[in-house]
């Protein structure tokens, strides 16, 4: 298999080296793949946590919605805009929104602060997480500037998922999807590793899902059991689950995007330098004002809650000099559009595709969709 990382393999034989080899085997050949299509530079992704409030209630969310422990806050578009401006300042060109699930200010206000963004930071890419919402609503936030969204699955088992998300169907989260990558977003999805209910068989179908769908970016960090929710007493898994599945949706994935996610540096201190050479690429500084990300509890630990932006960044870049990399402050558009990607880029919202870039990853969408999951899963909102 040493020849794994310089062209691409099937599924089944991917499948077959993960299943015999040893965690730094595995780790070590994503590590290959990742620094032949990537490189040794670490991508940098602004992180604004803009709201806490949710209407949904996950078993496993410090923030769900019957959590009364919560101080529920959210940001202004202005305040939103302003941090951006000053991450921009400092040189980062690619930000990521982030908020519960709240549909009536992700429609009211959020496209103003997209639109304020995009006019502040021209050219800064501006990724979207604010959960489900109709395709209309995905469609106005696309127009006026955003270029990307983030929408993870959690868990491929449709039972478990739907036990996890008090009723929401797994199908519901690929329709998602599929409406995202056909408005022409660049589209990103993932998973928790270690949910109570979780079989190695669940591991390896969540990393298939993330191939079937040809994600642009895939996140990956374990599940960390949150004192304030029904899932309090569950057991801690390791944090070589999270370095081996990140591994193998590297080698499933190679061009994708992955972060070294926050959770993984909150489970283990050096987590995120381990999930780097497991085979991610992309470290997310966390900018929001530490009077509000210290109300974004969604796990216990989090690290970095008493940090400005600005200190965060040169701690990244000073930790990822320790294992030979470097970080990068380009905007990292996904590889499939070969550094064409429009800033900002519109759409029509009276056609099904109406941006080209979005053909191929909405076809094998919309297969996931109607092939991964059973089909009533659909049916629940």
Do not use: W
């Not at 529920?72 to 930000?95: D, M």
């Not at 994600?215 to 960390?224: C, R, T």
């Not at 029904?230 to 992955?258: C, F, K, N, W, Y």
């Not at 429009?342 to 191929?360: M, S, Y």
Request: aromatic share 4%.
């Amino acid at each position: 298999m040493a020849e794994l990382a310089t062209r691409e393999r099937e599924p089944a034989e991917i499948l077959a080296f993960y299943a015999k080899a040893g965690t730094e085997a595995l780790t070590g050949r994503a590590r290959e793949l990742c620094l032949e299509r990537h490189g040794r530079r670490i991508l940098l992704r602004g992180l604004i946590e803009y709201s806490n409030r949710c209407a949904c209630d996950c078993l496993y969310c410090g923030i769900r919605r019957s959590n009364a422990r919560v101080y529920r806050y959210r940001l202004e578009p202005e305040e939103i805009a302003a941090l951006a401006r000053k991450g921009y300042a400092a040189g980062l060109r690619s930000f990521v929104l982030q908020g519960g699930e709240d549909p009536a200010y992700a429609e009211a206000a959020l496209p103003r602060a997209v639109e304020m963004i995009r006019e502040s930071c021209p050219e800064a890419a501006i990724t979207l997480s604010a959960g489900i919402l109709d395709r209309a609503a995905y469609g106005r936030l696309k127009l006026v500037g955003a270029d990307r969204y983030l929408l993870r699955f959690e868990t491929s088992d449709p039972e478990l998922h739907r036990s996890l998300r008090g009723g929401v169907g797994l199908g519901r989260r690929l329709e998602a999807l599929v409406d995202l990558a056909d408005l022409g977003y660049q589209v990103g999805s993932g998973y928790m590793v270690g949910l109570p209910g979780e079989t190695e068989e669940t591991r390896v179908d969540n990393a298939l899902l993330c191939r079937e769908l040809r994600l642009d970016m895939v996140g990956i960090g374990p599940f960390i059991p949150h004192g304030d929710t029904p899932l309090a007493g569950s057991p801690q898994s390791p944090i070589e689950l999270t370095l081996r599945a990140a591994a193998l949706v590297r080698l499933l994935l190679p061009d994708a995007h992955m972060p070294a996610t926050t959770a993984a540096g909150s489970l283990d201190p050096e987590g995120r330098e381990k999930m780097i050479l497991a085979g991610a690429n992309v470290l997310m500084p966390n900018i929001t004002p530490p009077s509000a990300k210290r109300n974004y509890l969604l796990y216990p630990g989090k690290i970095c809650l008493d940090e400005e932006g600005e200190t965060c960044i040169g701690c990244l870049s000073l930790r990822m000099k320790t294992i030979g990399r470097e970080i990068s402050f380009d905007r990292g558009d996904a590889p499939r559009l070969g550094g064409q990607a429009k800033v900002g880029a519109g759409t029509d919202l009276d056609h099904e595709a109406a941006v080209p870039a979005a053909a191929p990853s909405s076809v094998p969408l919309a297969q996931a969709a109607s092939s991964s999951v059973p089909a009533k899963e659909g049916a629940h909102a």
